[in-house]
């Protein structure tokens, strides 16, 4: 999955919860999904940023 994906996955959640979508079970699974793709994109953010520093290191 990208960044991306997991983006638009958290954004839908999102949106479902903030116009009550969700029955009240769903929305405590809905919320680990949340909890791992926030997690997910977290992750990505922080590896892109050392490949980042890495580069400008190099130059």
């Known amino acids: 999955m990208t960044y991306e994906e997991a983006l638009v996955k958290l954004e839908t959640i999102v949106r479902k919860m903030e116009s009550d979508e969700y029955s009240i079970d769903e929305i405590a699974a809905q919320l680990k999904t949340a909890q791992q793709l926030i997690a997910f994109c977290k ?17």
């Open 43 to 59: 992750d990505k953010l922080s590896k892109t940023e050392q490949e980042i520093k890495k580069i400008q290191g190099s130059e």
